[in-house]
């Protein structure tokens, strides 16, 4: 039997990789001046999320969403803002499939509502999944709110009408039906009952991973492919995978390139290699991804994992 031969540019020396996302981050330089030269009528603009009636529906004052693909709430009446993008990575010749994901901020208590009512009105199927990958507070610092209920039996209301804000088409109870506690992450089965008898329930996989310090890697590759093949085995097939961190960019877009590469790709998910194909895959995807949400996989420590532990998945296959 023929082993798969190493992809080439899982062989690049560290100065190589890190020029590359020196490239990454100058592109994304200069689609921040052309909104900045042409608010209005750039492809990049941030639209209303620099508004500031959004003000405190955003975690961070220098993540929001480009408006071309900002996720806009289901509203009867009221305010649609919400920080979160919709993302898609496929990659021409590698790509098996589109992935589909929404990367959005660790909740705020001011917009866990627009949160719960995003996953749910986003999520056509049944079982959704919500990848949370970062610690609930870090160094004494708040990065999330604890939005979802953790223990079974415990609930957390979303009313219908938000301070006279926004009116939503139905209230929301989410409720905790079990924990499963793995060795790398939390599993919460959670079950979302609209108060509207309209509206069907449905059910959540929230992953919580919390062993993920903000602005660097993860101290392991193993706990990332476990977390990503078992998302995958437990969301619709036509929802799109919630992830989120503390600002939805650093370690969400570390996540969403990680499970694409090893979920949906030629060079990870085939025992045939990707036909001749002559570019970095990782370069494209992330490429991609910053086309579509700021910052996404933000620093160099971050990109550098990503080779370091397609490597590692690799020498595993």
Not at 29 to 45: F, I, V, Y
Not at 184 to 203: E, G, H, N
Not at 223 to 230: A, M, V
Not at 290 to 310: C, E, G, N
Request: charged share 20%; hydrophobic share 35%.
């Amino acid at each position: 039997m023929v082993s798969k031969p190493i992809p080439w540019y899982l062989s690049q020396n560290n100065l190589d990789v890190v020029s590359k996302f020196q490239y990454i981050q100058h592109q994304e330089d200069l689609r921040l001046r052309d909104a900045t030269l042409n608010p209005e009528g750039s492809k990049w603009s941030l639209g209303v999320s620099v508004k500031h009636t959004n003000r405190e529906r955003n975690r961070y004052v220098n993540i929001m969403p480009y408006e071309r693909n900002r996720v806009k709430l289901k509203l009867k009446s009221g305010n649609d803002y919400v920080n979160a993008s919709y993302v898609k990575v496929q990659v021409p010749r590698q790509s098996l499939r589109a992935g589909h994901y929404i990367a959005t901020q660790g909740p705020t208590d001011r917009s866990a509502s627009q949160f719960w009512q995003m996953c749910y009105q986003q999520c056509p199927g049944e079982n959704m999944v919500i990848v949370m990958v970062t610690p609930l507070v870090e160094h004494h610092r708040r990065k999330c709110a604890e939005y979802w209920p953790r223990e079974p039996g415990s609930c957390v209301t979303v009313a219908q009408e938000q301070c006279g804000d926004s009116k939503f088409e139905t209230g929301l109870e989410v409720r905790n039906i079990n924990v499963e506690h793995r060795a790398a992450y939390t599993l919460s089965t959670l079950q979302i009952v609209p108060s509207d008898v309209r509206f069907p329930q449905k059910t959540v996989h929230h992953f919580y991973f919390e062993r993920w310090r903000d602005m660097s890697k993860p101290d392991e590759v193993l706990p990332i492919l476990e977390l990503s093949r078992h998302s995958h085995r437990l969301n619709s097939p036509n929802n799109p995978m919630i992830v989120h961190c503390s600002a939805g960019v650093g370690r969400s877009g570390t996540f969403i390139t990680l499970d694409h590469l090893f979920h949906d790709t030629h060079d990870f998910a085939t025992p045939q290699p990707g036909q001749d194909y002559q570019h970095d895959l990782i370069e494209q995807i992330v490429l991609q991804l910053r086309s579509q949400r700021l910052k996404m996989v933000q620093t160099v420590d971050q990109y550098l994992f990503i080779y370091h532990a397609a490597q590692h998945v690799f020498d595993l296959s």
